[in-house]
């Protein structure tokens, strides 16, 4: 069974930029999370997908920070404009009623 | 702020020899589970644990709850290279029963010596 994809791998960028981040989850799956992960640090919940809806978005920094899942499998989430201080990892995970989360790779973003 | 959190931040043991990695909640969780992130990738399911049980067993791993002193701990048996990554532990702040809510502490780092 794939795990968790997430594209790109690595992305670096100058602050002010745009950047957009894509997820594909585990087949079955109806949760989506988007973590940030910053370093020595563990994962930081940003937003939460039940199939299509955003039932968690609290701790999204909503005037730079967008997410999407239009189909409730893949998902993308942006940053405009990129700062400095949002250098880290954004991991995505995904998981069934009943399973645990499983994570993707992570994109390691570096703002310049 | 975050109610979990690990004693030490980082481990260093012998090939060969017994790992036990700990972490303390300060809440009434009914869920708590174990993920291991080695460099560059993501976190890694490793085995998880009900407020229901005190103790479960995988393969080479063993995750043990008290609930009376709000205390987990991860052993990991005769541990390998392989097992050099940072741990984490989560813990479910959201409704019990549900695994959607967790909130991570800081990690281990876990050091294998040969």
């Known amino acids: 069974e794939a795990g968790v994809v997430q594209s790109p791998r690595y992305k670096i960028i100058e602050k002010k930029q745009p950047v957009a981040f894509w997820c594909n989850p585990i087949?079955?799956?109806?949760?989506l999370y988007w973590y940030l992960q910053n370093l020595g640090q563990g994962p930081e919940l940003l937003i939460r997908y039940e199939n299509e809806e955003a039932v968690d978005d609290s701790q999204l920094p909503k005037d730079r920070f967008s997410a999407e899942r239009l189909k409730g499998v893949d998902s993308t989430l942006k940053i405009q404009p990129a700062e400095l201080g949002d250098s880290a990892v954004y991991l995505c995970?995904?998981?069934?009623?009943?399973?645990?989360?499983?994570f993707g790779p992570g994109t390691r973003l570096t703002v310049l | 702020g975050e109610s979990v959190g690990l004693h030490l931040p980082t481990l260093s043991v012998q090939e060969g020899d017994n790992s036990i990695i700990n972490c303390a909640s300060n809440?009434?969780?009914?869920?708590f589970i174990w993920y291991k992130q080695e460099s560059g990738k993501g976190p890694q399911f490793i085995i998880d644990?009900?407020?229901?049980?005190d103790k479960r067993q995988g393969q080479r791993v063993t995750v043990l709850l008290n609930k009376t002193v709000k205390h987990l701990s991860l052993q990991i048996a005769a541990t390998q290279p392989g097992d050099s990554a940072v741990y984490f532990c989560a813990e479910n702040t959201g409704p019990s029963g549900s695994a959607r809510q967790l909130t991570f502490g800081s990690g281990t780092q876990l050091t294998v010596l040969p």
């Open positions: 809440s009434a969780s009914d869920y």
């Open positions: 087949s079955g799956h109806n949760t």
């Open positions: 644990i009900r407020s229901n049980m």
């Open positions: 995970a995904s998981s069934s009623q009943g399973t645990a989360q499983y």
